[in-house]
């Protein structure tokens, strides 16, 4: 990762919702070079977000349920 700065990295990670400790790890893998390990931190954190983002489209379909059902009234 050679195109971003250690700080812009950094950034990014609390950009995406990432931990003091998921971004503490993800440093430790950067500084040695271990790709494999940033990637596997990174999906791990993508797919918690992905599982949260299902969770509230369900809420989301709930709540246009109920909309639905008093409009129809």
Known sequence: ???LSREAVVQNLKDAGCCAAVIDAFM???DEKQEGKELALLE?????LLERVHKEEG???C???LIY????Q
């Open 1 to 3: 990762m050679d195109f």
């Open 28 to 30: 430790a893998c950067y």
């Open 44 to 48: 791990k954190h993508r797919a918690c």
């Open 59 to 61: 809420r989301i379909s």
């Open 63 to 65: 709540l246009d349920y």
């Open 69 to 72: 059902q008093i409009k129809k």
